[in-house]
């Protein structure tokens, strides 16, 4: 046994193509370019064959210290770069500094140099991790008793995909090559502490839909479109067949906007005959659009209430001043009824 784990591991670490020799415990020499185990002729510097229908183990390498860890090690021509396989005892310490509560070194599984880049626990828990400032992190994660997947963060998945960072603008990205764009620009999904949005980085619409649909679109000026007719030119929103809704509050900008200006001492109240000549020859009020211009041009609500509101006001100052002029008739008959009666 010890042999022939000598045999493999000096195969797993030839490097150069030259005639190789091979070292047993007694410093003899066993001459030849590949090892076969199983076979004379060996197609690679390590062959180990075996003609069988059940399942066999090619080469097991064991530690049986329970605190202790087996590792296999591959090196190129730089001693630096090297890749281990290791795989922990089942009374091994603590784990990897920010996971470990995830994958504790007790039957961890680890593949990389760095921080054990890959791992699988016994748990079934897999990860992919890097490694930056001796504190790991989860870039990929599987939980295995719940089967969520967890993205960018150290945290327990808590929905079937969770991107999960500390990082300072969490940001997914969605970029397509093939219509010229860069990385900087795409679809973005990003929070920024409490805050949360999703935005198109082109100049162009941003939909959203149902049934194979675009149900609503924002337009590349902000402008938004909930329908498929097209929004008229200086709106910020167009709801194609109607709103239905239980309030609406139109705020204006000034109080000039308001019709209060009516009751102003130097406001000018036109003739009631001036306005039935008005309506005789245009068939609306005055200042008021007409039927036809309503259904081409629609309505302000708030400009449409002010001027409605002035037309009432107008009406009430008619009235006050009939009803003065009613009160001045009424005195008057009654002074020419006194007078007729005192005869």
Do not use: C
């Amino acid at each position: 046994m010890k042999k022939l784990i000598l045999l493999s591991g000096f195969a797993f670490m030839m490097a150069t193509e030259t005639f190789a020799q091979l070292y047993s415990s007694g410093n003899n020499v066993i001459a030849g370019n590949n090892v076969g185990i199983g076979l004379a002729s060996p197609a690679s510097k390590l062959h180990i064959y075996q003609n069988s229908n059940s399942v066999v183990n090619h080469l097991q390498m064991q530690n049986v210290g329970p605190t202790g860890a087996g590792r296999f090690t591959m090196y190129n021509d730089i001693p630096g770069n090297y890749f281990t396989f290791t795989k922990y005892g089942s009374a091994t310490v603590g784990g990897y500094s920010g996971i470990s509560g995830f994958f504790p070194y007790a039957n961890l599984v680890a593949f990389g140099n760095n921080g054990g880049g890959m791992l699988m626990s016994n748990a079934g828990n897999i990860g992919i991790s890097t490694l930056v400032g001796g504190t790991s992190t989860l870039k990929f994660f599987v939980e295995y008793a719940t089967g969520k997947v967890g993205l960018g963060g150290n945290a327990s998945p808590t929905a079937q995909v969770h991107i999960n960072t500390s990082a300072a603008n969490d940001t997914m990205r969605i970029t397509n090559g093939n219509t010229g764009q860069t990385k900087t620009d795409g679809l973005i999904f990003a929070t920024t502490g409490t805050a949360a949005s999703i935005i198109n980085m082109e100049a162009n619409t941003l939909s959203l839909g149902t049934s194979n649909l675009s149900r609503m679109t924002i337009l590349a000026n902000g402008a938004v479109q909930i329908g498929t007719s097209t929004t008229p030119a200086g709106y910020k929103l167009y709801v194609e067949t109607g709103i239905l809704t239980e309030k609406v509050k139109v705020a204006l900008k000034a109080s000039a906007n308001w019709a209060d200006y009516v009751f102003a001492e130097d406001y000018k109240l036109q003739p009631l005959h001036e306005v039935e000549t008005y309506i005789r020859e245009h068939k609306h009020l005055p200042g008021i659009p007409s039927a036809d211009e309503v259904v081409s041009n629609g309505i302000d609500l708030g400009s449409m209430d002010a001027k409605l509101l002035e037309k009432i006001e107008e009406l009430t100052l008619h009235l006050i001043r009939l009803e003065k002029e009613v009160n001045t008739l009424k005195s008057q008959n009654e002074i020419l009824s006194k007078q007729v009666n005192s005869k």
